[in-house]
């Protein structure tokens, strides 16, 4: 049953790793609320440990369009260092990372203030990381909000790892793209919604293979197998699993015109799976 703040604390949402998949993760929170469904917990990797972020510290409305919208959100994911560490990267002599994620960190600063996860009055956040120093995937419910954001989207190569309270993480979706296992002995919770991601086209129309890709698409295999497994394990303890895809377009570099289209489709996808959403919590009245 929802408690006094309207949340449901047996309703639990995992959103995905995605690139730049924060949009439609965001718009299938949109879409639920809109339905009167109010997650009690919420896990995030990647793309979805932003947009369960940007959800649990409240910002709704106009307030997430601000931030989400904004040509300085997508700017602040790249900083100028990159133009002179990319050769040192490319042929392995020195560096970690092409970005450093600074500009991210002020901009999140800027919106969000400092906040720790542990402190938001939404729904209990939960991101998963990729601990470089022990060498373990981790979930992290608490500690600073917009640092475990960011190494949760931190890919490797691509940014360097994140260091917070003497640590190095990088992205969440490396060990575990859908990081909704630490639910499945918790009594409390009796629904997990599983949110993820798929593009229909590939990115700036491209289709031949590139060992970038490939590498993306081996993840993929494990990622899905890994998915499988911990959703028959759910249901085999007893929990009602819902497996929800929203699709669109590869969002690219340049998405800027279509950011709108993908938190629609977001919504969308939360709308049309009405009947399986609602019914867990009718069955609890």
């Not at 639910?183 to 990115?203: F, G, K, Q, Y």
């Not at 590498?215 to 085999?236: D, K, M, P």
Request: glycine share 12%; proline share 5%.
């Amino acid at each position: 049953m929802p408690t006094e703040s309207g949340h449901d604390p047996g309703l639990a949402v995992c959103l995905s790793s995605s690139f730049f998949g924060y949009y439609a993760h965001l718009g299938l929170l949109a879409g639920m609320e809109e339905l009167g469904l109010r997650p009690g917990r919420i896990s995030g990797a990647s793309a979805g440990a932003m947009a369960g972020g940007l959800w649990a510290a409240g910002l709704r409305g106009e307030a997430l369009d601000k931030v989400i919208y904004d040509f300085h959100f997508r700017r602040a994911f790249f900083d100028l260092g990159a133009f002179y560490r990319w050769p040192f990267i490319l042929t392995g002599m020195a560096g970690t990372g092409l970005l450093s994620g600074v500009r991210l960190r002020r901009y999140l600063a800027r919106c969000l203030g400092q906040r720790r996860i542990e402190d938001l009055r939404g729904p209990r956040l939960e991101i998963a990381v990729a601990n470089l120093t022990t060498k373990r995937g981790e979930i992290r419910s608490s500690g600073p909000l917009n640092e475990f954001m960011i190494a949760s989207c931190s890919m490797p190569v691509l940014f360097k790892p994140q260091r917070i309270d003497g640590e190095d993480f990088l992205d969440g979706g490396v060990s575990n793209e859908t990081p909704f296992d630490q639910w499945l002995e918790d009594p409390a919770i009796h629904t997990i919604v599983v949110h993820r991601i798929r593009n229909t086209s590939c990115m700036g129309g491209f289709s031949w293979k590139t060992p970038g890709s490939i590498l993306g698409e081996c993840h993929t295999i494990s990622a899905n197998e890994l998915c499988r497994r911990r959703r028959v394990q759910a249901q085999e303890m007893g929990k009602k699993v819902i497996y929800l895809e929203t699709h669109h377009d590869h969002p690219g570099l340049l998405h800027g015109k279509k950011s709108r289209g993908f938190f629609k489709a977001g919504v969308e996808t939360a709308q049309s799976q009405w009947s399986a959403l609602k019914q867990p919590l009718v069955a609890e009245l």
